[in-house]
C-alpha cells in the first residue's frame, strides 16, 4: 500500500504555500494593500495552519487504523507504524514552525500542543514496542488491538488538545481558532465531545 507521508507532506507544503502567498500578497507589492480581501491576523493564520496540521494527522491516522485493521499481518503493522511515525514527526515539525503570535493566551497555547507532541511521541513509542514483540498470527491479532487501541488513544489526545486550545481565554487566538474555517472540523470535534 501507498505510504501516507507523501500526502501528509504535500498538506503541510500546501499550507506552507499559502502562507507564503498571503505574507507577499500578489506580485506587485502596491497592489496588494488596495485588496479588498483584508489579510487575515497572525492569530487567524496560526490557527488556521494548526488546524489544517491537526486534521492532516487525524486523517492519516484514521486512514492508517484502517489498512492495520485489514493487513493484520507483522508486515501491515510495521507499514501502519511507519506511516503514523511519520506523520507524527510531520505533525511535530509542523506545530514547532508554527509558534503562536505573542498574546496572553499564547503560552497555554504552545504547553497545549507541546503537551500533544510527548502523548503522540508516546504513542508511537507503544507501537514500536508492540510491533517488536509480534510473534505469529495470535500475536499479530493482538498487536492490531493494540495499536488500534494506541492509535484511538493517540486520536482522544488530539481531540483534547483542541478542546483546549478552543478553550483558550478569550482573546485573539480564541477569537481565530473560533472563527476561521480550516478549525470548523475542530470546532465540531469538540461541540461533539461536549
Known amino acids: 500500500m501507498p505510504s501516507r507521508s507523501p500526502r501528509i507532506l504535500a498538506v503541510v507544503a500546501g499550507v506552507l ?82 509558534s503562536p503570535p505573542a498574546t496572553s493566551a499564547s503560552q497555554q497555547a504552545r504547553s497545549t500542543l507541546s503537551t500533544l507532541k510527548t502523548q503522540l511521541h508516546d504513542g508511537v513509542t507503544k507501537i514500536e514496542q508492540t510491533i517488536g514483540g509480534v510473534s505469529g498470527a495470535s500475536g499479530s491479532v493482538e498487536a492490531v488491538s493494540t495499536v488500534s487501541g494506541t492509535l484511538v488513544t493517540m486520536r482522544d489526545q488530539m481531540k483534547t488538545a483542541a478542546g483546549k486550545l478552543r478553550s483558550l481565554p478569550h482573546g485573539e487566538l480564541h477569537d481565530a481558532i473560533a472563527t476561521v474555517p480550516a478549525c470548523e472540523k475542530l470546532r465540531a470535534d469538540v461541540a461533539a465531545s461536549a
Open 17 to 98: 504555500v499559502v502562507v507564503a502567498l498571503t505574507a507577499c500578497g500578489s506580485s506587485d507589492k502596491s497592489s496588494s494593500s488596495s485588496s479588498t480581501t483584508a489579510s487575515p491576523t497572525q492569530s487567524e493564520q496560526w490557527a488556521s495552519d494548526t488546524c489544517t496540521a491537526l486534521g492532516a494527522w487525524r486523517t492519516d491516522v484514521k486512514s492508517t487504523l484502517t489498512e492495520a485493521k485489514a493487513n493484520p499481518t507483522r508486515d501491515g503493522i510495521s507499514q501502519a507504524l511507519g506511516e503514523v511515525r511519520t506523520a507524527t514527526q510531520d505533525l511535530a515539525r509542523t506545530i514547532a514552525d508554527f
